[in-house]
């Protein structure tokens, strides 16, 4: 059961869902479920295995779905007596017949990014080897088949050769949460204009969020020229401004980044403010 659950949990992360761990560690007397129970929890609120069953299992179950609604991994440790009339420090009396203890953690673990990298020139092979050194995942999509090859991205998780059309026509709403951020770095306009219609129309048909969440965030490269043409091509085809207003372009933050390789620093460097809930705005600790 416990290699189940953990092979689980790593299915749910790697999928960009963030899990909540229960482990039991420790008991005393009689309890139903011995140290090393451990049931888990996704963002769904779908669950496998067991702490023991009964009123115990109903508040970790609870406590679980609070804990998903937390945006910083966090943990905690409760102990639990089996009987109404249980005392002791921070034992908390459950109404059950057993009369022995439990000891529970409780381990909110969030997934790291996964990024799409559509477009597999200069830049993305530039953040692609950024990425691994942080511990994020990627892949990568481009209709030209030299750009998506084992030998310019060996750690993709995914390596998509493909037309714009033929990569939608496999993909949903759903099926795309498993990317954190959606990148169009494409050497064509029309084929990354094609692609944030179709990405936003997915999300609006769902009605969801790019929240990085449910849906992926959305970021394109380009200059502010650019980006107004895509607008009003969007416009023109019914998509929201709503939807448009929440897509970053230019990506990355500014730093006067030049280079694929300065870029791909200050893409990241968005990234991961947005991933922490950064105010990057903030003052700097040093200068207070």
């Known amino acids: 059961m416990t290699a189940r659950v953990l092979a689980w949990v790593l299915e749910q992360l790697q999928h960009n869902s963030p899990v909540v761990l229960a482990t039991v560690v420790g008991t005393k007397g009689s309890v139903p479920g011995k140290s090393g129970a451990r049931l888990a929890m996704n963002r769904s609120q779908n669950w496998v295995g067991t702490v023991g069953g009964a009123g115990l299992e109903h508040r970790i179950l609870n406590r679980c779905k609070e804990l998903l609604q937390e945006s910083k991994a966090t943990s905690e440790v409760h102990t639990f007596g089996l009987n109404k009339g249980a005392k002791g420090y ?19 673990m969030l997934p790291m990014p996964h990024i799409l990298l559509m477009g597999g020139g200069h830049c993305s092979e530039a953040i692609s080897k950024l990425l691994p050194k942080k511990g994020w995942n990627f892949s990568v999509q481009d209709t030209r088949e030299a750009f998506t090859t084992s030998e310019l991205y060996p750690e993709a998780i995914e390596r998509s050769y493909s037309t714009v059309e033929e990569f939608f026509s496999n993909e949903t709403a759903g099926s795309l949460s498993r990317f954190s951020d959606v990148l169009l770095l494409g050497h064509d306009y029309s084929e990354d204009l094609d692609r944030l219609q179709r990405l936003l129309q997915l999300a609006e048909g769902a009605n969801v969020s790019l929240d990085g969440k449910v849906f992926p965030r959305i970021g394109a ?5 650019k980006w107004k043409s895509f607008t009003e091509s969007c416009i023109d085809m019914g998509i929201q401004p709503s939807s448009l207003d929440r897509v970053r372009c230019p990506i990355g933050l500014n730093i006067g980044a030049e280079s694929p390789e300065e870029i791909a620093i200050a893409v990241i460097a968005e990234i991961l403010s947005m991933h922490k809930n950064a105010d990057v705005h903030a003052p700097n600790w040093r200068d207070q």
């Open 90 to 108: 921070e034992v908390q009396p459950l109404d059950s017949l057993c009369g022995g203890q439990v000891t529970i953690s409780l381990e909110l």
């Open 221 to 225: 490269i380009g200059s502010r020229s």
